[in-house]
């Protein structure tokens, strides 16, 4: 709790998750609000295990991921985006292309389509770059390289900004009663942070 909330702040988020893993922290922020039946967009310069995940791993359990080149035009990334797509995915810096994505294109195309931004910032940690304030909406990190400090222990963290209007009629996880926890609606429950709330009540229980 003490490390979510130091690496909470360090991002200027309201709050976060720790995880096992890095793919962990990953896996999770898709499965929080993307079900068999929905898309989302990931650009093509990630982490080869990211690839694998969304290629392949995401597709037999149903999620498609249409991936983009991070340098197309807002057009082409415009004309990527399906009824059901979820979520638009980045890495600040890619591994291991160290590609630096312009985090504000994605998120001003995400915001236009009503879903959020989802940022890795494994690479670049908030020391160098804090993803919120150019409009990501939550972060993820593989916590195993920088952020350990020393790469000694395997871990990850998905962190809240708390801006993201989950109540937008396309997240009904988030709005709707969760069977799951005490029949509650994360949105009307947790306001702000009813997304980090739910990775922790729902998926990682
Ligand atoms: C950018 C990035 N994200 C995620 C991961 C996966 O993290 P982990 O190895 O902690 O599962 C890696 C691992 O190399 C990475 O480089």
């Given at each position: 709790?003490?490390v979510?909330?130091k690496i909470?702040?360090l ?111 494994t690479?670049?940690t908030p020391i ?13 990190h593989s916590t195993s390289k920088y952020m350990d400090g020393h790469v000694v222990q395997v871990g ?50």
């Amino acid at each position: 709790m003490a490390v979510e909330k130091k690496i909470a702040d360090l991002e200027g988020g309201i709050g976060s998750l720790c995880t096992t893993s890095g793919q962990a922290a990953i896996l999770l922020s898709i499965l929080n609000i993307c079900s068999a039946g929905d898309s989302f967009i990931s650009a093509t310069q990630i982490y080869g295990g990211s690839i694998n995940l969304f290629a392949f791993t995401l597709k037999k359990l149903g999620i498609e991921c249409i991936f983009v080149d991070q340098n197309a035009s807002e057009e082409e990334i415009n004309s990527a985006f399906k009824k059901n797509t979820k979520a638009v995915f980045g890495e600040t810096l890619a591994n291991p292309a160290l590609t630096v994505l312009d985090i504000e294109k994605f998120a001003r195309i995400a915001h236009a389509h009503q879903v959020p931004l989802i940022i890795d910032n494994t690479f670049a940690t908030p020391i160098l770059c804090k993803p919120f304030l150019y409009g990501a909406d939550i972060i993820v990190h593989s916590t195993s390289k920088y952020m350990d400090g020393h790469v000694v222990q395997v871990g990850g963290v998905i962190v809240n900004s708390g801006n993201f209007d989950w109540t937008n009629g396309k997240f009904p996880d988030l709005t709707e009663p969760d069977e799951s926890y005490h029949g509650i609606s994360y949105t009307e429950t947790y306001g702000k942070s009813a997304y980090i709330v739910k990775t922790r009540m729902q998926l990682k229980r």
